[in-house]
């Protein structure tokens, strides 16, 4: 009898990348690559890669654990996943970090944007927006673990200052301050205001590249510079800091252990966090061949930082499809890997066989309690850092502050192309919406921002899409 090409592996819903029609998917193994299938009635057939290691792709269904759900749902299930977004009820996952966008404005107009953003585009949020979508997130989560304030580019509001009150008002564990650090580099005293808001604040600094080439296609100029004075300044504050670094093929792939390795030498970088490109908003227009899998920045990793093996850069459990992370002690000039020493079956069986302790010649001592839990314990240095991620790991440790602990996200956003319905119901990056309701960032992009709503209504309408 003919044999296929490929093996069947599973079965999904996903979307055509021309109408957003939903459409049914095969997973298939082919060439020992993993790839999405699929048909739309109207535009025909469309092959998508979504992994280059099959192990790993196998593996992350062993990272699923019990779903933590909000407090609070938004909608009910009237079309099925992705069009009743808000939270629905037969949504997966809580908010493990909600975005506040209190603008659509930005003083650039980058190519990369996913959410059209110019300096004309859109406008400013009112305070009393602001703080409804602030409290939509603490109506949802009680004390939400991370609380994003984004935009546009959140730091040109003119009430800038009155937002960030607000926020710190509110019972947020960890706040975060999403910007592309022109005003931190150029506008005096602007940073050491910022820092007025630490213990529980970081700044999510884009840093894409060292290339100006590079900076020039996703920005639309060279800002090193402007990364630059920024990071200078935050180092001479200590302020809390995460590099985000957009990544797409053959533009900055390359670059990927350099970035590592300068981050782990500034004194106020805590992570990187490594996006591969969403095909959305300005992006729409890109060709998919230029995305990435998660699977290929994993292996990039491994292959430009072989201080890191296979087993400091796992699934996370909350949405194991989307996320991948990795954990590094920093002491003085020593990096000390931490991942590797977790056993993931132990800790989704709530089993307590993963302590370990790391010992110097001084008797410092740091327990590694629980990847998986909800953040840093870090006794008499910053007490409520122990509630910050939750894909941080716990840590005991006295003697020990944030600074000493590096961390490296993947976060692969899907897009028309990649898009897998069982991945975006466990989504917990959500975003609030101008309705007040809180919208999976991915479907987001694709469906509820002002210029999709009416294809959103159309797809609704139309009676394939119900159940």
Not at 280 to 300: H, M, P, W, Y
Not at 346 to 361: C, F, G, M, P
């Amino acid at each position: 009898m003919p044999v296929r090409n490929y093996t069947y592996y599973d079965y999904t819903l996903s979307l055509c990348p021309e109408c957003l029609q939903r459409v049914g998917a095969k997973i298939i193994i082919e060439d020992d690559l993993v790839f999405m299938t699929k048909r739309c009635p109207d535009h025909g057939f469309f092959k998508t890669k979504i992994a280059t290691d099959v192990e790993y792709y196998k593996n992350i269904r062993n990272y699923n654990k019990a779903s933590e759900m909000p407090l609070h749902f938004g909608t009910d299930v009237a079309y099925g996943c992705p069009y009743d977004c808000g939270l629905c009820v037969d949504h997966e996952q809580h908010s493990c970090l909600s975005i506040v966008e209190v603008t659509d404005r930005c003083n650039l107009t980058c190519p990369t944007c996913y959410a059209m953003s110019s300096p004309h585009y859109g406008s400013h949020r009112s305070l009393e927006e602001i703080e409804a979508m602030f409290d939509t997130i603490v109506r949802n989560e009680g004390e939400p673990d991370v609380v994003q304030i984004s935009g546009g580019e959140p730091t040109i509001h003119p009430e800038f200052f009155k937002i960030m009150d607000i926020a710190k008002s509110k019972p947020i564990k960890h706040l975060m301050l999403n910007t592309n650090g022109i005003r931190i580099a150029n506008d005096p005293g602007f940073a050491e205001k910022l820092a007025t808001y630490a213990p529980e604040f970081e700044i999510y600094l884009q840093f894409d590249s060292f290339k100006p080439e590079v900076l020039e296609d996703f920005r639309g100029k060279d800002l090193t510079d402007v990364r630059m004075k920024a990071l200078a300044k935050l180092n001479e504050l200590n302020l809390s800091t995460t590099l985000v670094v957009v990544l797409q093929q053959g533009k900055n792939i390359d670059e990927i252990g350099k970035i590592i390795d300068f981050a782990l030498k500034q004194q106020c970088v805590r992570g990187i966090t490594f996006q591969p490109v969403e095909i959305a908003g300005r992006n729409r227009d890109d060709s998919a061949s230029e995305k990435i899998t998660l699977t290929e920045v994993r292996q990039e990793i491994l292959n430009q930082f072989p201080a890191l093996n296979s087993d400091d850069l796992i699934p996370v459990p909350c949405n194991p499809d989307a996320l991948a992370m990795g954990y590094i002690l920093k002491l003085n000039d020593e990096i000390i890997p931490l991942t590797r020493y977790i056993n993931p079956a132990d800790l989704l069986n709530n089993e307590s066989k993963n302590t370990i302790v790391y010992e110097q010649d001084e008797g410092l001592k740091m327990q590694l309690i629980d990847i998986f839990s909800t953040g840093i314990s870090v006794d008499k240095v910053q007490p409520k850092v122990n509630q910050l991620l939750c894909c941080l790991p716990e840590v005991v440790a006295p003697d020990l502050g944030y600074d000493n602990l590096f961390r490296i996200i993947i976060m692969n956003f899907m897009d028309a192309h990649d898009f897998d319905v069982r991945a975006v119901k466990k989504s917990c990056v959500h975003i609030v919406n101008k309705d007040l309701k809180l919208i999976p960032f991915e479907t987001m992009n694709l469906f509820y921002r002002d210029d999709k709503q009416k294809r959103l209504e159309e797809l609704r309408k139309d009676t394939r899409v119900l159940f």
